[in-house]
């Protein structure tokens, strides 16, 4: 057995497939919470962030027909976050929950796929497609940071 074990590399293709299926998840999570919800503003929360998921799938999805992601100037680095995901419980929604928790649940599955780039990046390391996975990286970065900062401006007390 290989001392590598957990170092998986895969090529452009199989590695946009990965990450398409990752994003569709993503989505699929979402929606399936955002159909459960009463609370209006708790749906619309989601509804953002599915859509956000929906636009990475088919961005992926153009790159694998294209050899390349668009809008690479914006991944090119990663944001800082408050890394609120570990302050926040992650839990199944509930039919009840309300915007708060719906934004907590966001940010959860957001740092979910923070972890899986991360993972993908350290698999390629010295491989070309480790700076896919880093542009992918840090998009997300960017979507949890903005998920925290919503947070932040409606949910944490200012002291």
């Keep these: 057995m290989s001392q590598n074990k957990g170092k998986v590399c895969y090529t452009y293709e199989a590695a946009l497939e990965k990450a398409v299926q990752m994003e569709n998840d993503g989505f699929r999570n ?3 919470a955002m159909r459960k919800l009463k609370d209006k503003q708790a749906r619309m929360i989601l509804k ?3 859509l956000d998921e ?3 799938k088919h961005a992926l999805e153009r790159a694998l027909v294209e ?3 668009e809008g690479e100037h ?3 680095r990663p944001v800082s ?3 609120l995901d570990y302050v926040l419980h992650q839990k199944e929604l ?3 929950a309300d ?3 719906a934004l907590a649940y966001a940010i959860h599955l957001e740092k979910n796929a923070i972890d899986f780039y991360q993972k993908m990046m350290q698999g390629c390391e010295g491989a070309p497609m480790a700076k896919l996975f880093e542009k992918l990286h840090n998009d997300e970065t960017r979507h949890l940071q903005e998920l925290e900062d919503m947070y932040e401006r409606h949910f944490m007390a200012e002291n």
Aim: proline fraction near 4%; aromatic fraction near 4%.
């Design 30 to 32: 979402y929606l399936k």
């Design 48 to 50: 953002d962030a599915a």
């Design 54 to 56: 929906l636009e990475h």
């Design 67 to 69: 050899g390349t992601i």
């Design 74 to 76: 914006s991944m090119d």
């Design 81 to 83: 976050t408050m890394n």
């Design 94 to 96: 509930s039919p009840d």
């Design 99 to 101: 915007a708060r928790q």
